[in-house]
T-cell receptor, first 110, second 115 residues
Framework: GEDVEQSLFLSVREGDSSVINCTYT??????LYWYKQEPGAGLQLLTY?????DMKQDQRLTVLLNKKDKHLSLRIADTQTGDSAIYFC??????????FGKGTKLSVIP | DTEVTQTPKHLVMGMTNKKSLKCEQH?????MYWYKQKAKKPPELMFV???????INESVPSRFSPECPNSSLLNLHLHALQPEDSALYLC??????????????FGEGSRLTVL
């Protein structure tokens, strides 16, 4: 099955860019996802990328995919205090099940 | 309507109680899911319903009993739970129940405390 690894914490200053990294093991994942979870809330899909793409940009979010290294990153430009949350990388391994990373807690310092 | 609604938001129950968690979506999605999330951990899949039929049970103890009365509703019946079952229970749905499901829409979760 899929194994997804993320760093656990990231702290940035408001207005700077944040980069959250993720590595995965299953190269057959068709989609790779970034979900955001605010305290006490459910998960919200931020963006996803097809495995045949290298990059996807959506407003302040940029996703980069390096299939050779099985590395996925999420860049948040002009990070705001409202971006403080836990960010989960997730991959699908050809079944119903998404495998989530442990989550990266992003703290934005005003 | 792009929401998945879960009730109750909070539930406290004793180990001998019977309670239910409810989930509803009106997006016409054909797959619905229950996830369990412990503090500071990622969500773990419990059950998947596809076209109202149970398609995946991730070796969940029988004290958790899912039910899908119709395509919009998903219940999780709880009986004789243990304190270690205390967690955030997340419901999700997706349009396509097949492989690589695409976007999962999550509810806000039901926070369960077992005393």
């Amino acid at each position: 099955g899929e194994d997804v690894e993320q760093s656990l914490f990231l702290s940035v200053r408001e207005g700077d860019s944040s980069v959250i990294n993720c590595t995965y093991t299953d190269s057959s994942s068709t989609y790779l996802y970034w979900y955001k979870q605010e305290p006490g809330a459910g998960l919200q899909l931020l963006t996803y990328i097809f495995s045949n793409m290298d990059m996807k940009q959506d407003q302040r979010l940029t996703v980069l995919l390096n299939k050779k290294d099985k590395h996925l990153s999420l860049r948040i430009a002009d990070t705001q205090t409202g971006d403080s949350a836990i960010y989960f990388c997730a991959g699908g391994s050809g079944s119903y099940q998404l495998t989530f990373g442990k989550g990266t807690k992003l703290s934005v310092i005003p | 309507d792009t929401e998945v609604t879960q009730t109750p938001k909070h539930l406290v129950m004793g180990m001998t109680n019977k309670k239910s968690l409810k989930c509803e979506q009106h997006m016409g999605h054909r797959a619905m899911y229950w996830y369990k999330q412990k503090a500071k951990k990622p969500p773990e899949l419990m059950f998947v319903y596809s076209y109202e039929k149970l398609s995946i049970n991730e070796s969940v103890p029988s004290r958790f009993s899912p039910e899908c009365p119709n395509s919009s509703l998903l219940n999780l019946h709880l009986h004789a739970l243990q304190p270690e079952d205390s967690a955030l229970y997340l419901c999700a749905s997706s349009q396509d129940p097949g492989p690589n499901t695409g976007e999962l829409f999550f509810g806000e979760g039901s926070r369960l405390t077992v005393l």
